[in-house]
């Protein structure tokens, strides 16, 4: 024992240490990038993830008279659910700030990834990817975004710029 | 303040309008007696002291899971849902009527996107994926083998308080103002190990987390969080509650209720945020210049005391525990101050050990009630030495046209009747 006792007691410590760093579980299986691509269904802001399809404002409104309307009203103007349409002007001074896509989402991106992951409330999931395009093209054509012969689809909907784009800071807790 | 009390003694005043030195209450006889505050209690004769029902016959049988007594039957979460839905909005946590730091299961306040899910936890699946070395799919079988960590945490939602923003105070009691806060005792797996495993690309900065609910709920999480967070297994000792997550929720301390999603299924690595619905379009403080501030993660610094509050009036006056509830998502509360004229004067309370970073701190404080009109308020500080802003300051800052995050002292107002409303002051 000619080792100092507090020496031996650091030795064991760090060859524990690195053992457990070393040795984990390792229960997890592999994930095949098949059955990864069908969940991974979020969409990145510079429309990383947008599938293939399309869909124009026109083919929008008929799938929104049909699905959304009951919710979201005529045109997006809400009630009894979430406004989607308008707003503009409202987010500045001491009137009620009326936050809809239009006024107020950064990213169109977010409305697709929204919509097909959540919409609508009582069948999601259920819009084909054609039909989540023409939802979005609807919706962002009633806001003035774009023009009612665009097209929206992987390419054209990523390069949308939304009226707020630049209204968001990051925070900071040191001001 | 060192002296010894004697028996004769009155507890000395640590502040205005009767606040009482914190440590008074531990020799309550003596200061009771000497202050000569007790008061004539009705009597009840000798019907108060007779043998009651229970004690002449068998109590009742075992049940398998057991439930609060019938006579507490007040003591339950209070909700309201979306137009068009049962069970999509928020329930809320009954800090009135509780005690203590920790939320029962049943009574953990809830925020559902598309209500709560029936998940068969065989058929559950973590996916973790996107800028790692080996994409992992874990079951609730194998996540049960991996070494586990126990720790106390509140969550709020990020929306918690913000009727406190409108300009006239909204007469709600303590479940309806501040009930989407609740505390538990969380186990589970560290994510780190889960993120070791997969083993983590360097320019991954960002997490996206997502719920198995109809909403397929998703919130970015910036790498650092990963530090403390949770794959929660466990709530208070149980299984996380189907309200809660079952079988598995995101818990990150601190962090704002929305971020800690339940019913986690998959997280990918991304470089940047994924900019989701709730992280652009919710969740962000709009300020008068009509800018948002962003990525508002930790809850900031914040007390309220719990009794009194709205409803829970006081019943003539002398000597009261003046008690309530702190935390900070940046880490421990230090001190809570407590004030009974409205903010002139203030004293500090005792906290109630073990205070636990990120987890609800209870603070008591002797008062004794002069029955006149008094304006109650606790203002908390954090081991950073932040110190829990006046309403007046925060909206100052930030204006009214947000509802999110507000953190400004609350002031409730005794009146001579011994009634408690919400007040500004």
New interface residues.
């Given amino acids: 024992m000619s080792t100092p006792r507090h020496l031996s007691a650091a030795l064991a410590l760090f060859f524990l240490s690195t053992a457990a760093l070393a040795e984990t579980p390792d229960l997890g299986r592999p994930a095949e990038p098949e059955e990864i691509a069908v969940w991974d269904i979020s969409i990145g802001p510079d429309g990383a993830g947008l599938p293939p399809g399309n869909g124009t404002p026109q083919q929008g409104e008929t799938v929104y008279t049909a699905k959304c309307l009951p919710c979201h009203g005529e045109k997006g103007s809400g009630k009894p659910n979430d406004q989607l349409v308008g707003g503009l002007g409202t987010l500045t001074g001491d009137q009620t700030a009326v936050k809809t896509v239009g006024s107020f989402w950064p990213y169109a991106t977010t409305l697709f990834d929204y919509v097909r992951r959540a919409m609508p409330f009582n069948a999601p999931r259920s819009l084909s990817n054609d039909e989540v395009y023409a939802v979005c093209a609807y919706i962002l054509q009633l806001n003035g975004i774009i023009a009612e012969s665009t097209v929206m689809n992987a390419q054209t909907l990523a390069k949308v710029q939304m009226p707020n784009r630049d209204g968001f800071v990051p925070f900071s807790r040191q001001k | 303040m060192g002296r010894k009390r004697s028996a004769g003694d009155a507890p000395e005043l640590a502040a205005g309008n009767g606040l009482l030195d914190r440590r008074a209450l531990l020799a309550a006889g003596a200061c009771l007696a000497g202050a000569g505050t007790i008061p004539a209690r009705p009597a009840f004769g000798a019907a108060e002291l007779s043998v009651e029902p229970w004690m002449t016959e068998p109590g009742a049988p075992f049940v398998g899971y057991g439930q609060p007594s019938k006579f507490e039957a007040k003591v339950v979460r209070t909700f309201a849902s979306?137009?068009?839905?049962t069970g999509?909005g928020a329930s809320r946590t009954p800090l009135q009527r509780l005690n203590g730091t920790i939320t029962p299961n049943g009574l953990h306040f809830e925020r559902h996107?598309?209500g709560i899910p029936d998940i068969d936890p065989d058929l559950h699946r973590l996916?973790?994926?996107g800028l790692v070395k080996?994409?992992?799919?874990?079951t609730l079988e194998?996540?049960a083998?991996?070494?586990m960590e126990t720790r106390v945490s509140f969550i709020e939602c990020g929306g918690n308080t913000g009727a406190l923003y409108q300009k006239e105070p909204a007469q709600l009691d303590l479940q309806a103002s501040h009930g989407l806060l609740s505390c538990a005792e969380w186990t589970g797996v560290r994510l780190a190990?889960?993120l070791?495993?997969?083993g983590v690309e360097p320019q991954a900065q960002w997490l996206?987390a997502?719920g198995a609910d109809?909403?397929?709920m998703?919130r970015s999480v910036p790498m650092k969080a990963v530090d403390e967070a949770l794959v929660a297994l466990y709530q208070n000792g149980e299984r996380v509650r189907p309200s809660n997550g079952y079988p598995l929720r995101l818990l990150l301390p601190g962090y704002e209720g929305n971020m800690n999603v339940k019913w986690l299924?998959?997280i990918?690595v991304?470089a940047?945020?994924?900019?989701?619905?709730d992280e652009?379009?919710k969740y962000?403080?709009?300020l008068?210049?009509?800018?948002?501030?962003?990525?508002?993660?930790?809850i900031?610094t914040k007390s309220v005391i719990t009794h009194p509050s709205p409803g829970l009036n006081m019943k003539g006056a002398g000597l009261y525990e003046i008690s309530g509830l702190a935390w900070s998502g940046?880490g421990k509360i230090t001190q809570v101050d407590v004030s009974a004229d409205g903010g002139k004067s203030w004293a500090p309370t005792a906290l109630q050990e073990p205070v636990l970073p990120k987890a609800l701190t209870r603070f008591r404080m002797p008062w004794r009630w002069d029955g006149g009109s008094a304006v109650l308020q606790s203002r908390a500080t954090d081991g950073s030495g932040y110190v829990q802003p006046t309403r007046a300051a925060l909206i100052a800052e930030r204006g009214t046209?947000t509802f999110y995050h507000f953190n400004g002292i609350t002031s409730w107002a005794i009146g001579e009747r011994g009634e408690v409303r919400h007040v500004y002051a």
């Fill in positions: 979306a137009p068009g839905t999509t996107h598309s996916l973790i994926h080996r994409p992992l799919v874990f194998a996540l083998r991996y070494p190990l889960l070791e495993e997969a996206l997502e109809a909403a397929g998703s299924r998959r990918k991304t940047g945020p994924t900019m989701t619905k652009t379009s962000t403080i709009l008068p210049s009509g800018k948002s501030l962003q990525f508002v993660f930790p900031e940046y046209k």
